[in-house]
């Protein structure tokens, strides 16, 4: 906060001390006014602030008290196990995705030299096509609404006679699109690392796949990890979208509450301030590692890393719901 | 192959009715981001605690549940977003006046949704400008608006293209849940309608809807790309 306020204007003299707490006091009058007005007002109005809509989630005497958070609780847990779940095999999917678009990359590079010309052309070519094909399925199931791609899976999987529980279609549906994502937020970071490392890898011996495996993975997870703590978040967020294909979820199970109990503002703010609570925890977490990671890079002859493209972060991150 | 001749109407309304609600969630979100915006950098205490709080509720909640709260919760109000027939926009974007409300339901989750996303957007934007810049535009004795018209939101631009941009993609994409929250007709209750309860084939459906999002998503991104690109060079 101190330090965008510093950018526009200089430290506060006593004058304009005096003039931004007048407008403060101003300011929040007029707030507190204005949310009696637009918030609390039509929502008394409309009987929304009653106990008969609340009892049931916020009194413990209320009959349906226990029944109602032991949904809820069921629900949370599944979309913990979804997530869990969808996380988990993102990462491994998402790390297989990364190498491959590198190997790829550098097979695309070599000339294979000492073998017969055709042979040479055939493998080159191979490589090209190859590399093409990982670059289209990539944009292609980036570009994708998650919904749609749920949709997809949970409609065109059973048309192939597959057929799993919810549980799985709504995974495997995120588990496309996030290990995209996340392949490319680890790639980007294996080619922002400084060429450096992997020269000097190949100078002390180690084949292609040491390298990858010893030296460029685990940096690039390092720099990556702030990144990778929010695409968590929007994994976390995503999982709502299992009501869809009727999954029993933290809002589907808000849903049959809000069926039987007629709430569907009370329900709903109880489940947004669960979200609420578990997101903002996990994005104070990536404040926390970010920092953490600024701080321990103290040797100064480590050669500054290259940021990952600001598109591509920002996009993962408001890709939430999508 | 042929649903996608035979219908091709059906693909081309559906793809139309996403831009449409695209491009109004757009421009409300890139209006209502920028006011956010402005509470979280303002000097005032409690407006800068709206601006923080709103964006901290918005970015940590699923857009599913802004949905439910849009679609059920209004209603519940006895609201039906009529303040959004607004007389010359809705000739052109039908949608907005139509008696059934879920166009205008899904058009507010979006704002209300995309808006945090905008208002961090502008907000790195502000603060990737090096404080020596606006520090020396005062010394030189601009006033706030001078510093900001001339010095600043230049600059702040400039870091923040790229942002808004992938802010708008993830947008479009995140568009094709209000199908699935009453608005009859866009992309994906296309998809919906025509391989559940049309029974037409999944596979080709799914490549005509896939299409509808990827014309919209892919060349911006591309666009993206080479705009973050070419700043890199310049810098």
């Not at chain 1, 947004?272 to 104070?284: C, E, Q």
């Not at chain 1, 100064?300 to 920002?314: E, F, K, R």
Request: hydrophobic fraction near 50%; proline fraction near 5%.
């Amino acid at each position: 906060m101190s330090q965008q306020t510093s950018v526009l204007y200089d430290v506060p003299g006593p004058r304009q001390r005096r003039i931004t707490l007048i407008s403060s006091i101003v300011a929040g009058v007029v707030l507190l006014v204005g949310a009696y007005f637009l918030i609390y007002r039509p929502l008394d109005r409309n009987g929304q602030l009653s106990m008969e809509l609340w009892g049931p989630l916020v009194d413990p005497s209320n009959e349906n008290f226990s029944q109602v958070w032991d949904r809820i609780g069921l629900g949370f847990k599944n979309t913990l196990i979804a997530a869990a779940l969808a996380i988990v095999s993102s990462l491994v999917i998402g790390t297989l995705l990364a190498l491959l678009r590198i190997q790829l990359k550098s097979l695309t590079r070599r000339r294979f030299v000492g073998m017969a010309t055709p042979l040479a052309y055939l493998l080159r070519g191979l490589s090209a096509l190859l590399s093409a094909i990982t670059r289209v399925c990539v944009e292609v199931f980036r570009g994708l609404p998650v919904v749609i791609t749920i949709f997809f899976v949970a409609r065109g999987f059973p048309e192939f006679g597959l057929y799993f529980d919810n549980l799985w279609y709504l995974v495997i549906g995120l588990t496309i699109y996030n290990s995209v994502v996340i392949g490319e937020i680890l790639r980007s970071g294996m080619e922002g690392l400084p060429g450096g490392q992997a020269e000097a890898a190949a100078a002390i011996g180690l084949s292609p796949t040491q390298t990858t495996r010893m030296i460029l993975l685990p940096q690039a997870f390092r720099i990556m990890l702030p990144a990778l703590i929010s695409q968590l978040v929007v994994v976390l967020k995503d999982t709502s979208l299992g009501f869809i294909i009727s999954y029993e979820e933290t809002l589907n199970i808000g849903k049959q509450i809000i069926g039987v109990l007629g709430n569907p503002i009370q329900v709903y703010v109880v489940i947004a301030v669960l979200f609420i609570v578990v997101n903002y925890s996990l994005s104070k977490l990536a404040q926390y590692v970010q920092r953490r990671l600024a701080r321990g890079r103290k040797t100064a002859a480590t050669p500054a890393q290259n940021p990952p493209p600001a598109a591509l972060m920002s996009q993962a991150e408001g890709g939430a719901g999508s | 192959m042929n649903v996608l001749i035979d219908k091709f109407d059906v693909f081309a309304g559906g793809f139309w009715l996403t831009l449409q609600i695209c491009i109004l969630a757009a421009i409300g979100a890139l209006i209502l981001g920028a006011i956010v915006a402005v509470l979280r950098i303002s000097p005032v205490p409690p407006l800068r605690a709206v601006g923080t709080s709103y964006v901290n509720v918005f970015r940590n909640m699923p857009l599913t549940v802004v949905m439910f709260f849009a679609a059920f919760g209004l209603p519940a109000l006895g609201s039906n977003a009529d303040f959004l027939r607004i007389p010359v926009i809705d000739s052109l974007f039908t949608r907005l006046g139509t008696d059934l409300p879920y166009f205008r339901f899904a058009l507010i989750a979006l704002v209300l949704y995309t808006a945090a996303f905008v208002c961090e957007a502008l907000r790195s934007g502000v603060n990737a400008v090096p404080a020596g810049q606006a520090e020396a535009a005062r010394s030189l004795g601009l006033t706030f608006g001078q510093n900001l018209r001339h010095v600043v939101l230049p600059q702040s631009w400039q870091a923040s293209v790229v942002p808004l941009g992938s802010v708008i993609i993830a947008m479009i994409k995140n568009s094709a849940l209000a199908g699935f929250f009453g608005v009859v007709g866009d992309l994906s209750a296309t998809a919906d309608q025509l391989t559940g309860a049309e029974g037409y084939a999944f596979v080709p459906v799914a490549i005509g809807i896939s299409i509808g999002y990827l014309i919209m998503t892919v060349p911006l991104g591309a666009l993206l790309d080479r705009i973050e690109k070419r700043q890199a060079v310049a810098r």
